[in-house]
C-alpha cells in the first residue's frame, strides 16, 4: 500500500531554532496535510495543502507542497515551548474510488529551554 | 461550539472479548470517520460514515465494524479482541464526506487488550 516516509523520527532542539521536517513518497498525494498532536489529545490540523509548489503559512508555520506531488515540508521558526509534541504529514489520494489519508509516522519535537 | 468527544477515554479488556467506542461529532457534523494509531504502524485509517451509510473502509479485518446513528453519533465495535488491537482509536468528523482536510479529531479511546 501507499507509504509515507517522514523524518526525522525526532528531534531535540533549544527554544529559539527553526526546525524543518519533511515527508516522501512514491506514490503521488492531490493533498497534503500536516497535523500536530499533543499527548493525550487528537491530531489537530496545522495547515492543508492543494495543489503542487504550493507554499502556504499559519503563523510561525510554512509548509510546502512538491512540485512532484511526492513529497512535502514544514518549518517552524523560532520555536517556542509549545511547539514540543509530534507532528504528522498525510497525503491524501484516491484509492480504491475514495479519498483517504495516508499518514507518515511522526516527527517528536522536543525543545530544551 | 463544543469539539468531538469521545467515550470511554481509558480502557482495559481481555483477549477474546469484545469492545464497543462511542464518538458524538461536532454539532452540524455527518461525517464520522475512525483511526487506530500504533506506535509500530502509526495512524490508520478504518472507516468512515456519512448518513448512517459506510463510505469508505480501510484494510482492517472484519473483526472491526461501525455503526452511525440518524443523530449522527458513531460506534465502532471490536470483536474477538487481540492483544495486537492495544491502541488508540480515534474519532474525527466533518461537515461532509470524502473531506480529511475538514475533519476535526476527537481525544481518542486508549484500548488496552491483556
Known amino acids: 500500500g501507499q507509504q509515507l516516509n517522514q523524518s526525522p523520527q525526532s528531534m531535540f532542539i533549544q527554544e529559539g531554532e527553526d526546525v524543518s521536517m519533511n515527508c516522501t513518497s512514491s506514490?503521488?498525494?492531490?493533498?497534503w496535510l500536516w497535523y500536530k498532536q499533543d499527548p493525550g489529545e487528537g491530531p489537530v490540523l496545522l495547515i492543508a495543502?492543494?495543489?503542487?509548489?504550493e507554499l502556504t503559512s499559519n503563523g510561525r508555520l510554512t509548509a510546502q507542497f512538491g512540485i512532484t506531488r511526492k513529497d512535502s515540508f514544514l518549518n517552524i521558526s523560532a520555536s517556542i515551548p509549545s511547539d514540543v509534541g509530534i507532528y504528522f504529514c498525510a497525503g491524501q489520494s484516491l484509492i480504491q474510488g475514495a479519498q483517504k489519508l495516508v499518514f507518515g509516522q511522526g516527527t517528536r519535537l522536543t525543545i530544551n529551554p | 461550539k463544543a469539539g468531538v468527544t469521545q467515550t470511554p477515554r481509558y480502557l482495559i479488556k481481555t483477549r477474546g472479548q469484545q469492545v464497543t467506542l462511542s464518538c458524538s461529532p461536532i454539532?452540524?457534523?455527518?461525517?464520522v470517520s475512525w483511526y487506530q494509531q500504533t506506535p509500530g504502524q502509526g495512524l490508520q485509517f478504518l472507516f468512515e460514515y456519512f448518513s448512517e451509510t459506510q463510505r469508505n473502509k480501510g484494510n482492517f479485518p472484519g473483526r472491526f465494524s461501525g455503526r452511525q446513528f440518524s443523530n449522527s453519533r458513531s460506534e465502532m465495535n471490536v470483536s474477538t479482541l487481540e492483544l495486537g488491537d492495544s491502541a488508540l482509536y480515534l474519532c474525527?468528523?466533518?461537515?461532509?464526506?470524502?473531506?480529511?482536510?475538514?475533519?476535526?479529531f476527537g481525544p481518542g479511546t486508549r484500548l488496552t487488550v491483556t
Open positions: 454539532s452540524g457534523h455527518r461525517s
Open positions: 495543502l492543494y495543489k503542487a509548489g
Open positions: 506514490s503521488i498525494f492531490n493533498t
Open positions: 474525527a468528523s466533518s461537515p461532509t464526506p470524502g473531506k480529511p482536510y475538514e475533519q476535526y
